[in-house]
C-alpha cells in the first residue's frame, strides 16, 4: 500500500499569513492568509510538486518525517500518482496499456502525462487493469 501524505510545516509569514513547506518535497510550498487556507492550498501544492517528480522521471520522494499535521493531494491527484507509479514500476509502455484497456491512444497519453487530467473512475479502472485496487478512507482533519 503507498500512501502519499506528507509532513507539512507551518510558519508565519513576515509578510502577514502562514507558510506551509514540506521537508520531504521541498519543491512544494505554499501560503495562505490563515492556517485554514494555507492548508487548504498545501493539497495542490503538494500535488502539484509530486506531478513534476513524475514529469521529470524523478524517484517520488521518501517519506521520512512524520507529525501532526501530514499532507495528502487531492484525491485525483493521487490516483493519477499511483496509476502512473503502477505503470513504470510493471514497465507498462503505452503501447501494451492500450491492448489491456482497448484504449484509444489518446485516452492512453492522457493516463500517462502527469499533467492530464482524467476522471476519478478512469483513473480507478486504469489501476485495476494493474491489478491494483484503491481504499479510501476519511478521517479527521
Known sequence: MRDYRYLAELSD?????????????????????????????????????????????REMPRRTAEGVTMVTPHADDVLKLALIESLRRQSVT????????GLKDWEVAALFDPDAVNGVADLENALALLGQRIRIAVEAA
Open 13 to 57: 509569514d513576515p509578510d502577514g499569513g502562514v507558510v506551509v513547506s514540506f521537508p520531504d518535497v521541498p519543491e512544494a510550498i505554499t501560503s495562505g492568509p490563515d492556517r485554514r487556507q494555507a492548508l487548504a492550498s498545501a493539497a495542490d501544492a503538494l500535488g502539484l510538486a509530486l506531478r513534476g517528480y513524475l514529469a521529470e522521471h
Open 94 to 101: 503505452p503501447d501494451r496499456f492500450r491492448d489491456l484497456s
